[in-house]
C-alpha cells in the first residue's frame, strides 16, 4: 500500500486514478480546488481518501498540500501531477492573463509541487512522481502554442529532476495521452478571441476537437490502471505513451525529427571548431 497524493481528482483522468487506487487499496489525498466534488469518494473510504483545497495557481497550496498528506497518513510516496486545462488561441491571439494562468497552471504549480515533495522522497530514499503531460507537447497542432509549451517545459524540468534525483530512489513517468474521453475538450478548454486570418488554422483545430468531443479513442479507465501498475514496475518509462492517436503522432514525429537531422547533418556538423583545436 502507497501514500498517493492525486491533484485534479474532481473528474476524468484524476477521478479516474483515485477511484483505481482506492480500490487497489491505496491512501490518496485528493487535492482538488473544490473538496465537495470529492466527498462521495471521501465518505465511501474512510480513513483511506482525505479531500485537500488546492489550487495551482496558488503558491502556498504546494507545500501546505504535502505537509497535509503527511499529517494525515504520515508518508508520501506517489505524486499525480494530473491537474491542467487546455488554452485554445494561436500565439498572437493569446492575451498576457491567459498565457501566465495557463503557465502557472500546466507548469509553474507543478513544478511547485514536486518541490514540495522531493525533501520527503530523498529523506525516505524512494518516490515516483507521475505528471500528466500531452502528446501536443511532442508534435504540436496550430492553437496549443501556450498549452503544449507548458506541459513541454514541465517534461524537460522532469527530465533534468529526474538524473538529479535518481541516485535517492525516485522516479519520474511523463504520461503523454492524445485525446481521451474527459472533460478536457469541453470546460477545461479555454478559448481566445479568433483572428479571422486564423480560421483555417487555429480555427480548423477547433473544429476538429468539438467534433471528437465525447467520441474521444482514449479511455481515463484503462489508463488509470495502466499508470498505476507502473508502480509495480522496478523500471517505470520515463514516457509512457497512451492511446493509438498519441503512439502514432509521436512514431511520426520521431521520423521526421531522424530524416530532418540526415539531412541538416553534415552542415551541422561543420560549425564545431576542427578536432583537436
Ligand atoms: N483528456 C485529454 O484528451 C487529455 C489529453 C492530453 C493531456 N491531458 C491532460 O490530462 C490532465 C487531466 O485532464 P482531464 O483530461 O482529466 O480533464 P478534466 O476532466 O477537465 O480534469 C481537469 C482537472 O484539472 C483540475 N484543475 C484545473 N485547473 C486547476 C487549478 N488551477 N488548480 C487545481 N486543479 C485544477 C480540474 O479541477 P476543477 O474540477 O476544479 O475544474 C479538474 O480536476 C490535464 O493535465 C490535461 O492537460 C488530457
Redesign the pocket.
Known amino acids: 500500500m502507497s501514500t498517493i497524493l492525486i ?10 486514478l483515485a477511484t483505481e487506487a482506492l480500490d487497489r487499496g491505496h491512501q490518496v489525498a485528493l ?4 473538496p465537495e ?1 470529492v466527498a462521495d469518494l471521501v465518505a465511501a473510504h474512510p480513513g483511506k481518501a482525505h479531500a485537500i483545497r ?5 503558491p502556498a ?1 504546494a507545500e501546505r498540500a504535502v505537509r497535509e498528506t503527511i499529517e494525515q497518513f504520515g508518508s508520501l510516496d506517489v505524486l499525480i ?6 488554452l485554445l488561441a494561436a500565439l498572437e491571439e493569446t492575451t498576457d492573463d491567459q498565457l501566465s ?1 495557463n503557465l ?3 507548469f509553474t ?1 507543478p513544478f511547485r509541487l514536486i518541490r514540495a515533495a522531493l525533501p520527503v522522497m530523498r529523506a525516505q530514499k524512494s518516490g515516483r512522481i507521475i ?6 507537447a511532442y508534435a504540436n497542432h496550430p492553437g496549443f502554442a501556450v ?1 503544449a509549451g507548458a ?1 513541454a517545459a514541465l517534461d524537460a524540468a522532469c527530465d533534468a529532476a529526474a538524473q538529479e534525483t535518481a541516485a535517492f530512489g525516485i522516479k519520474f513517468t511523463q ?14 478548454l479555454d478559448h481566445a478571441e479568433r483572428l479571422p486570418d486564423y480560421e483555417a488554422t487555429v480555427g480548423k483545430f477547433g473544429a476538429y476537437l468539438a467534433k471528437v468531443n465525447g467520441k ?1 479513442p ?1 479511455d ?1 479507465v484503462a489508463a488509470s490502471r495502466l499508470i498505476l501498475d507502473l508502480l509495480n514496475e522496478e523500471k517505470p518509462p520515463f514516457r509512457l505513451v497512451i492511446g493509438h492517436y ?1 503512439t502514432t503522432m509521436l512514431a511520426k514525429k520521431i521520423a521526421a525529427n531522424a530524416s530532418e537531422l540526415e539531412a541538416w547533418k553534415e552542415r551541422g556538423l561543420a560549425t564545431d571548431f576542427p578536432a583537436g583545436s
Open positions: 491533484t485534479g481528482a474532481s473528474t476524468g483522468f484524476g477521478r479516474s487535492a482538488v480546488r473544490t466534488s488546492f489550487d495551482l495557481t496558488k497550496d501531477n494530473n491537474a491542467g486545462y487546455g494562468r502557472e497552471t500546466n504549480g505528471s500528466l503531460s500531452a502528446i501536443a498549452y506541459k504520461v503523454i495521452p492524445g485525446p481521451f474521453r474527459t472533460d478536457f475538450i469541453g470546460r477545461s474521444q482514449g481515463p498519441a
